[in-house]
């Protein structure tokens, strides 16, 4: 079944979750959310990775014109490559960047070699230093040591790894890996309590942790439940309510891309965004045509296109329900 593209109509919502809102009010719109912990400069680390990506809320960013973020990330596909070139980030920490198997991320290139629409700063680390990373911002330790990177290069460009001789007395080097604390993290997942307990189905990625590193964080979710839903699969609640700031219901928050047990991936849709991406008065016009606000780019991409996603999502990986699917 298609869900409702209005996600607005909070008030609604909120009559038929219950009372558990009450006490524990974090429900608002993208758009009051974005406002209030994206700001200018800001640092950030978004959910997901090759699904459940949070592209609604990256392009509400672009939309609100926000500038020179950091974002800290392990990998990150086309709404990095949005941001980047529309002009909202001047620096990235992480793995590995482009838009997965469809096409480079033409618009960080542009960026990194020819200073298009302004210079991007790189510091690369590994995809599980990545991890590291944010498990010691999460911890809120100094750093975390890994035999990560110690054959590479890396340790070398990115001047905030240091390499030292295992004080223990083997003699073998390691690698420190410092934590990332971003000020906001923004994370999507199936569903959502109003208090905050987020649930996610599939693969967790770093989404706990970023929870716990970030300052604050966002959580957008396909469907706002009551707390008793959440209540009924508790191993589901991979963020808990303490680490939450805001809540918002925004369904198919992750398209293109796929969220499963929700729909599947737009692949022609990103293909598409690959290839006019190529051209910088192609990928402007796309900007043009496709940075509005979710309920309006909702009714662009078609009521018909969401439920063969969802039916495709259904018929490929069988589940539709956080409620009636094991992970």
Known sequence: MTHAIDATDTATRLAEVGDDAADHEKVTDLVSAIE?????????????????????????IVRQGTTGLTVLDDAR?????????????????????????????????????????????????????????????????????????????????????????????????????PPARPDVAIIHVQRCDPMGNAQILGNVVNDHLKARAAEHTIVTCEELVPTEEIRRRPELTRIPFYTVDAVVEVPFGSHPWHCYGKYYADLPFYREYGLRSRDREEFLEWLDEWICPHEEYLEKVGADRLATLEHMEQTINGADSAGETDE
Do not use: K
Request: glycine residues 12%.
């Open 36 to 60: 209030e912990y994206v700001t200018d400069g800001s640092s950030i680390a978004f959910g997901g990775m090759g699904g459940r990506d949070p592209e609604a809320a990256a392009r509400e």
């Open 77 to 177: 596909t086309t709404l990095f490559d949005i941001m980047v070139g529309a002009g909202c980030v001047d620096e990235y920490v992480g793995s590995w960047v482009g838009t997965s198997l469809i096409s480079q991320g033409h618009n960080v290139r542009s960026a990194v070699e020819n200073d298009v629409p302004h210079h991007l700063e790189m510091r690369d680390v590994s995809n599980f230093g990545s991890s590291l990373m944010f498990l010691a911002g999460a911890m809120d330790l100094p750093f975390v040591p890994t035999r990560s990177m110690l054959d590479t290069d890396i340790p070398t460009h990115n001047d905030d790894l240091a390499v030292i001789e295992d004080p223990l007395g083997s003699g073998d080097p390691l690698v420190l890996v």
